[in-house]
Protein backbone atom coordinates (compact mmCIF):
# COMPACT_ATOMS: atom_id res chain seq x y z
CA UNK A 1 0.00 0.00 0.00
CA UNK A 2 1.29 3.38 -1.03
CA UNK A 3 -0.74 6.73 0.60
CA UNK A 4 0.34 9.98 -1.50
CA UNK A 5 -0.38 12.89 -0.72
CA UNK A 6 -1.33 16.64 -2.72
CA UNK A 7 -0.97 20.27 -1.09
CA UNK A 8 -4.61 20.37 -0.23
CA UNK A 9 -4.30 18.65 3.35
CA UNK A 10 -1.08 17.24 4.33
CA UNK A 11 -1.62 17.27 8.10
CA UNK A 12 -4.88 14.98 6.95
CA UNK A 13 -3.09 12.85 4.67
CA UNK A 14 0.38 12.38 7.70
CA UNK A 15 -3.24 10.92 9.74
CA UNK A 16 -4.13 8.75 7.57
CA UNK A 17 -0.48 7.32 7.17
CA UNK A 18 -0.22 6.96 10.93
CA UNK A 19 -3.31 5.20 11.72
CA UNK A 20 -2.24 2.73 8.96
CA UNK A 21 1.33 2.53 10.21
CA UNK A 22 3.08 3.40 6.81
CA UNK A 23 5.05 6.67 6.36
CA UNK A 24 3.81 9.27 3.22
CA UNK A 25 4.62 7.69 -0.02
CA UNK A 26 7.72 10.40 -1.27
CA UNK A 27 6.55 12.66 -3.81
CA UNK A 28 7.07 16.33 -5.27
CA UNK A 29 3.90 18.51 -5.93
CA UNK A 30 4.80 21.84 -7.15
CA UNK A 31 4.66 24.38 -9.51
CA UNK A 32 6.78 25.77 -12.09
CA UNK A 33 7.54 29.26 -12.59
CA UNK A 34 4.02 29.95 -14.66
CA UNK A 35 2.37 28.03 -11.80
CA UNK A 36 1.80 24.51 -13.79
CA UNK A 37 1.68 21.58 -11.40
CA UNK A 38 4.60 19.59 -11.51
CA UNK A 39 4.65 16.21 -10.07
CA UNK A 40 7.45 13.24 -9.24
CA UNK A 41 6.46 10.17 -7.67
CA UNK A 42 9.93 9.12 -5.92
CA UNK A 43 9.48 5.54 -5.05
CA UNK A 44 8.64 2.61 -7.10
CA UNK A 45 4.69 1.94 -7.34
CA UNK A 46 4.62 -0.53 -10.16
CA UNK A 47 2.36 -2.99 -8.82
CA UNK A 48 1.37 -1.21 -5.81
CA UNK A 49 -2.59 -0.27 -4.48
CA UNK A 50 -1.95 3.38 -4.20
CA UNK A 51 -4.36 6.17 -2.47
CA UNK A 52 -4.02 9.59 -3.23
CA UNK A 53 -5.29 11.84 -0.71
CA UNK A 54 -6.64 15.27 -2.17
CA UNK A 55 -9.64 17.50 -1.05
CA UNK A 56 -10.41 19.69 -3.80
CA UNK A 57 -10.81 22.91 -1.44
CA UNK A 58 -9.93 26.34 -2.34
CA UNK A 59 -8.03 27.05 -4.29
CA UNK A 60 -10.33 24.03 -5.59
CA UNK A 61 -8.93 24.20 -9.23
CA UNK A 62 -5.60 24.02 -8.33
CA UNK A 63 -6.02 21.24 -5.78
CA UNK A 64 -8.20 19.10 -8.68
CA UNK A 65 -5.19 19.46 -11.39
CA UNK A 66 -2.78 18.53 -8.51
CA UNK A 67 -5.45 14.85 -8.00
CA UNK A 68 -5.68 14.89 -11.93
CA UNK A 69 -1.51 14.99 -12.70
CA UNK A 70 -1.09 12.40 -9.69
CA UNK A 71 -3.71 10.03 -10.94
CA UNK A 72 -1.63 10.63 -14.42
CA UNK A 73 1.83 10.01 -12.78
CA UNK A 74 0.84 6.63 -10.98
CA UNK A 75 -1.19 5.47 -13.76
CA UNK A 76 2.30 5.77 -16.10
CA UNK A 77 4.26 3.90 -13.28
CA UNK A 78 2.17 0.93 -13.90
CA UNK A 79 0.22 1.51 -10.19
CA UNK A 80 -1.88 -1.36 -9.99
CA UNK A 81 -4.74 0.45 -8.52
CA UNK A 82 -5.34 3.81 -7.78
CA UNK A 83 -7.81 5.19 -5.67
CA UNK A 84 -8.58 8.78 -5.12
CA UNK A 85 -9.28 10.23 -1.24
CA UNK A 86 -11.70 13.03 -1.64
CA UNK A 87 -12.50 14.06 2.16
CA UNK A 88 -13.74 17.10 0.33
CA UNK A 89 -15.30 16.84 -2.97
CA UNK A 90 -15.77 20.09 -4.36
CA UNK A 91 -17.99 20.94 -7.05
CA UNK A 92 -20.92 18.58 -5.42
CA UNK A 93 -23.40 21.79 -4.72
CA UNK A 94 -23.58 22.14 -8.74
CA UNK A 95 -25.18 18.85 -9.10
CA UNK A 96 -27.96 19.42 -11.28
CA UNK A 97 -28.78 22.28 -13.68
CA UNK A 98 -29.69 25.63 -11.66
CA UNK A 99 -31.41 26.90 -14.86
CA UNK A 100 -31.40 27.13 -18.48
CA UNK A 101 -27.41 27.00 -20.34
CA UNK A 102 -26.03 25.86 -16.54
CA UNK A 103 -23.87 22.89 -16.46
CA UNK A 104 -23.87 20.22 -14.00
CA UNK A 105 -19.94 20.39 -12.66
CA UNK A 106 -19.87 17.35 -10.22
CA UNK A 107 -20.40 15.19 -13.51
CA UNK A 108 -17.76 17.20 -15.25
CA UNK A 109 -15.45 16.92 -12.08
CA UNK A 110 -16.44 12.79 -11.76
CA UNK A 111 -15.45 12.19 -15.72
CA UNK A 112 -12.16 14.21 -15.38
CA UNK A 113 -11.00 11.95 -12.14
CA UNK A 114 -12.39 8.83 -13.98
CA UNK A 115 -10.28 10.20 -17.32
CA UNK A 116 -7.38 10.45 -15.63
CA UNK A 117 -7.41 7.20 -14.68
CA UNK A 118 -8.72 6.58 -11.26
CA UNK A 119 -10.28 3.11 -10.46
CA UNK A 120 -12.04 4.17 -7.42
CA UNK A 121 -13.07 7.02 -5.61
CA UNK A 122 -13.56 7.72 -1.63
CA UNK A 123 -15.07 10.23 -0.20
CA UNK A 124 -16.63 11.83 2.91
CA UNK A 125 -20.50 13.00 2.88
CA UNK A 126 -21.16 13.67 -0.47
CA UNK A 127 -23.46 17.36 -0.71
CA UNK A 128 -25.94 14.98 -2.08
CA UNK A 129 -25.83 10.96 -2.63
CA UNK A 130 -26.48 10.50 -5.92
CA UNK A 131 -23.37 12.31 -6.92
CA UNK A 132 -21.75 8.54 -6.39
CA UNK A 133 -23.30 7.65 -9.80
CA UNK A 134 -21.79 10.10 -11.63
CA UNK A 135 -18.74 8.03 -10.91
CA UNK A 136 -18.54 5.13 -13.32
CA UNK A 137 -15.82 3.27 -11.07
CA UNK A 138 -16.53 1.98 -7.59
CA UNK A 139 -17.18 4.57 -5.05
CA UNK A 140 -17.36 4.98 -1.40
CA UNK A 141 -18.91 8.04 0.55
CA UNK A 142 -18.03 7.68 3.83
CA UNK A 143 -20.23 9.27 6.59
CA UNK A 144 -18.85 11.33 9.62
CA UNK A 145 -21.91 10.76 11.81
CA UNK A 146 -19.70 7.93 14.03
CA UNK A 147 -17.20 10.67 14.55
CA UNK A 148 -19.68 13.35 15.61
CA UNK A 149 -21.92 10.98 17.26
CA UNK A 150 -18.78 9.97 19.62
CA UNK A 151 -18.06 13.83 20.46
CA UNK A 152 -21.42 14.28 21.15
CA UNK A 153 -21.87 11.40 23.78
CA UNK A 154 -18.58 12.69 25.47
CA UNK A 155 -19.86 16.60 25.57
CA UNK A 156 -23.33 16.48 25.87
CA UNK A 157 -26.08 15.30 28.20
CA UNK A 158 -28.20 13.17 25.50
CA UNK A 159 -31.13 13.82 28.27
CA UNK A 160 -31.57 17.53 27.11
CA UNK A 161 -30.33 17.57 23.31
CA UNK A 162 -32.89 17.45 19.87
CA UNK A 163 -31.40 17.25 16.67
CA UNK A 164 -31.47 20.20 13.66
CA UNK A 165 -32.15 20.28 10.51
CA UNK A 166 -31.21 23.66 9.19
CA UNK A 167 -33.02 23.16 5.92
CA UNK A 168 -35.68 20.28 4.89
CA UNK A 169 -33.16 19.20 2.17
CA UNK A 170 -30.91 18.35 5.21
CA UNK A 171 -33.75 16.54 7.40
CA UNK A 172 -32.48 12.84 6.08
CA UNK A 173 -29.04 13.18 7.58
CA UNK A 174 -30.23 14.96 10.52
CA UNK A 175 -32.46 12.36 10.79
CA UNK A 176 -30.18 9.66 11.05
CA UNK A 177 -27.77 11.08 13.50
CA UNK A 178 -30.63 11.71 15.47
CA UNK A 179 -31.52 8.07 15.52
CA UNK A 180 -28.18 7.27 16.33
CA UNK A 181 -28.07 9.23 19.64
CA UNK A 182 -31.70 8.50 20.50
CA UNK A 183 -33.15 12.06 19.61
CA UNK A 184 -35.52 14.36 19.09
CA UNK A 185 -35.57 15.69 16.06
CA UNK A 186 -36.53 19.31 14.90
CA UNK A 187 -36.29 21.08 11.14
CA UNK A 188 -35.88 24.86 10.29
CA UNK A 189 -37.98 25.89 7.54
CA UNK A 190 -36.77 28.95 5.88
CA UNK A 191 -38.16 31.11 3.81
CA UNK A 192 -37.71 34.41 1.51
CA UNK A 193 -41.40 35.93 0.72
CA UNK A 194 -39.99 38.65 -0.99
CA UNK A 195 -36.49 39.44 -2.95
CA UNK A 196 -34.29 41.69 -1.15
CA UNK A 197 -36.04 40.92 2.32
CA UNK A 198 -34.95 38.48 4.96
CA UNK A 199 -35.43 35.10 5.42
CA UNK A 200 -38.51 34.45 7.59
CA UNK A 201 -37.60 30.97 9.83
CA UNK A 202 -39.95 29.00 11.30
CA UNK A 203 -39.30 25.71 13.44
CA UNK A 204 -40.96 22.67 13.09
CA UNK A 205 -40.68 20.79 16.54
CA UNK A 206 -40.74 22.34 20.24
CA UNK A 207 -37.29 23.55 21.27
CA UNK A 208 -38.20 24.96 24.45
CA UNK A 209 -35.27 23.98 26.88
CA UNK A 210 -33.47 21.76 24.58
CA UNK A 211 -30.07 22.23 23.48
CA UNK A 212 -30.16 22.13 20.35
CA UNK A 213 -27.42 20.30 17.59
CA UNK A 214 -27.43 21.74 14.43
CA UNK A 215 -26.64 19.17 11.75
CA UNK A 216 -25.28 19.58 7.91
CA UNK A 217 -22.41 18.52 5.39
CA UNK A 218 -21.30 22.03 4.41
CA UNK A 219 -20.73 25.66 6.30
CA UNK A 220 -19.85 28.26 3.59
CA UNK A 221 -21.45 31.85 4.73
CA UNK A 222 -22.38 30.74 7.52
CA UNK A 223 -25.60 32.70 7.48
CA UNK A 224 -27.83 30.11 7.57
CA UNK A 225 -25.84 28.82 10.69
CA UNK A 226 -26.35 31.60 12.32
CA UNK A 227 -29.79 32.70 11.61
CA UNK A 228 -30.98 29.20 12.64
CA UNK A 229 -29.38 29.78 16.07
CA UNK A 230 -31.19 33.29 16.65
CA UNK A 231 -34.27 31.52 15.40
CA UNK A 232 -33.81 28.43 17.68
CA UNK A 233 -33.08 30.69 21.18
CA UNK A 234 -36.21 32.93 20.00
CA UNK A 235 -38.07 29.74 20.54
CA UNK A 236 -36.81 28.98 23.52
CA UNK A 237 -33.56 27.03 23.11
CA UNK A 238 -31.01 26.58 25.75
CA UNK A 239 -28.27 26.60 23.38
CA UNK A 240 -27.19 26.16 19.85
CA UNK A 241 -24.59 23.96 18.73
CA UNK A 242 -23.60 23.12 15.51
CA UNK A 243 -21.64 19.58 13.64
CA UNK A 244 -20.38 20.17 10.11
CA UNK A 245 -18.29 17.61 8.03
CA UNK A 246 -16.93 20.56 5.96
CA UNK A 247 -15.54 24.06 7.10
CA UNK A 248 -15.57 25.82 3.78
CA UNK A 249 -15.77 28.73 5.55
CA UNK A 250 -15.50 31.58 2.66
CA UNK A 251 -14.68 35.18 3.00
CA UNK A 252 -15.57 36.63 6.26
CA UNK A 253 -17.10 33.42 7.91
CA UNK A 254 -15.01 32.56 10.18
CA UNK A 255 -15.79 35.98 11.80
CA UNK A 256 -19.55 36.13 11.37
CA UNK A 257 -19.45 32.69 13.30
CA UNK A 258 -17.16 33.72 16.27
CA UNK A 259 -19.48 36.74 16.43
CA UNK A 260 -22.64 34.84 16.07
CA UNK A 261 -24.86 33.31 19.32
CA UNK A 262 -24.05 29.60 18.63
CA UNK A 263 -22.09 28.21 21.10
CA UNK A 264 -19.72 25.99 19.55
CA UNK A 265 -19.35 25.09 16.25
CA UNK A 266 -17.43 21.89 15.23
CA UNK A 267 -16.04 20.95 12.47
CA UNK A 268 -14.20 17.82 10.60
CA UNK A 269 -10.79 17.99 9.14
CA UNK A 270 -11.76 17.26 5.43
CA UNK A 271 -10.85 20.42 4.82
CA UNK A 272 -7.69 21.83 6.40
CA UNK A 273 -8.25 24.92 9.22
CA UNK A 274 -6.88 28.10 8.63
CA UNK A 275 -5.39 30.22 11.27
CA UNK A 276 -8.74 32.00 11.78
CA UNK A 277 -10.09 28.96 12.29
CA UNK A 278 -7.94 27.42 14.68
CA UNK A 279 -7.95 30.95 16.86
CA UNK A 280 -11.90 31.38 16.92
CA UNK A 281 -13.41 30.95 20.15
CA UNK A 282 -16.39 28.88 19.23
CA UNK A 283 -14.90 26.73 16.41
CA UNK A 284 -13.79 23.25 16.99
CA UNK A 285 -11.79 21.15 14.67
CA UNK A 286 -12.21 17.20 15.43
CA UNK A 287 -9.78 14.41 13.56
CA UNK A 288 -11.13 12.71 10.48
CA UNK A 289 -8.23 10.52 9.75
CA UNK A 290 -9.26 7.51 12.02
CA UNK A 291 -12.23 6.67 10.16
CA UNK A 292 -10.51 7.53 6.51
CA UNK A 293 -7.56 5.28 7.05
CA UNK A 294 -9.79 2.06 8.83
CA UNK A 295 -11.79 2.58 5.43
CA UNK A 296 -8.68 2.52 3.21
CA UNK A 297 -7.34 -0.51 5.46
CA UNK A 298 -10.50 -2.31 4.56
CA UNK A 299 -10.57 -1.18 0.89
CA UNK A 300 -6.97 -2.48 0.93
CA UNK A 301 -7.99 -6.11 1.94
CA UNK A 302 -10.87 -6.30 0.13
CA UNK A 303 -12.90 -6.02 3.13
CA UNK A 304 -16.41 -4.40 3.68
CA UNK A 305 -16.59 -0.18 4.10
CA UNK A 306 -20.15 -0.04 4.51
CA UNK A 307 -20.43 -2.29 8.12
CA UNK A 308 -18.36 0.85 9.49
CA UNK A 309 -21.49 2.34 9.39
CA UNK A 310 -23.73 -0.24 10.86
Known amino acids: MKILAGNSNRALAENIAAYLGVPLCRAQVRRFADMEVFVEIQENVRGQDTFIVQ????????????????????RRASARRITAVLPYFGYARQDRKQGPRTPISAKLVANLITRAGADRVLTVDLHAGQIQGFFDIPTDNLFAAPVMVADIKQRQNLRDVMVVSPD??????????????????????KRRERAG????????????????????????????????????LAKGANSVSAYITHGVLSGSATARIAGSKLKELVLTDTIAPTTAVQEAHNIRVIPIGPLIGEAIARTAREESVSSLFD
Not at 168 to 189: M, N, T
Not at 203 to 214: A, F, K, P, S
Not at 222 to 229: D, P
Open 168 to 189: VGGVVRARALAKRIDAPLAIVD
Open 55 to 74: STSAPANDHLMELLIMIDAL
Open 197 to 232: ESEVMNIIGDVTGRNCILIDDIVDSGGTLCNAAEAL
